[in-house]
């Protein structure tokens, strides 16, 4: 990779907080706002230990997903949640603009900014998934999501997929798992605006489960992320 290379991280569930002005629309859903579909769990942790890592800037939201979902395009049938998407339209409009397009729009002009600059940026978006789905348990401890026809993102997933099995040998690394890289969040939002040669965007999926373990398997876990990273862009230095 030539050119100067960039970092940037975010967190698009970072959290379940719910604004006091909305609270009333949010009556039984105590349950869901504290489980996976309320926020990413331990996702703000790595996503903080990423940024540290590469001392990058770090832009997320601290706001539930069923609020709005920042990971989901405008548009999209589930953007809001079943306590949101029949609010009139003027109050679904103020939540977009006030807790959706602040966060989006300003990694999205953090990456315009490096690549008019000539930088090429690397893009880690931090999520957790449940251990199980819809009675399916899932089979790995870490996802590494990446579109295949951007080179750069598959190699550089190749690489940190290695370093972590070399590293931490019984955790078990999967690409593209539980979903799919290409489908569409915001890193997906993203390659459609900017070229795959300038902006590399991988999301990190990390299985809940080693947060609600915490203690030290939780810590070395996070610290096995980021020490394979380091090593997998050191190319890059």
């Known amino acids: 990779m030539t050119g100067i290379t960039d970092?940037?991280?975010?967190?698009?569930?970072?959290?379940?907080?719910?604004?006091?002005?909305?609270?009333?629309?949010?009556?039984?859903?105590?349950?869901?706002?504290?489980?996976?579909?309320?926020?990413?769990?331990?996702?703000?942790?790595?996503?903080?230990e990423l940024a540290a890592t590469l001392r990058a800037p770090l832009f997320a939201c601290t706001t539930s997903r069923l609020l709005i979902d920042l990971n989901r395009p405008v548009g999209h049938p589930r953007l809001y949640s079943e306590a949101t998407r029949h609010l009139p339209l003027t109050m679904r409009r103020e939540i977009l603009e006030r807790y959706y397009l602040p966060v989006r729009n300003t990694a999205e002009a953090y990456i315009a900014e490096a690549v008019r600059s000539g930088k090429k940026i690397i893009h880690f978006s931090s999520h957790s998934f449940t251990p199980e789905l819809d009675g399916q348990v899932r089979n790995a401890d870490i996802g590494l999501l990446y579109d295949p026809l951007r080179p750069l993102e598959r190699d550089l997933c190749n690489r940190w997929r290695a370093n972590l099995k070399a590293q931490a040998p019984c955790l078990a690394v999967r690409r593209n798992y539980p979903y799919l890289g290409k489908a569409n969040g915001f890193a997906a939002c993203l390659r459609r605006r900017f070229p795959a040669d300038a902006y590399i965007g991988i999301e990190l999926e990390i299985n809940q489960k080693h947060f609600l373990k915490g203690g030290r398997q939780w810590e070395a876990l996070r610290s096995s992320v980021c020490e394979a990273l380091k090593k997998a862009i050191s190319v890059y230095s």
């Open 7 to 48: 970092y940037l991280v975010t967190c698009e569930h970072g959290g379940n907080r719910i604004p006091q002005c909305y609270r009333q629309f949010f009556g039984g859903f105590d349950s869901l706002l504290h489980s996976h579909r309320g926020y990413d769990l331990g996702a703000l942790n790595m996503a903080n």
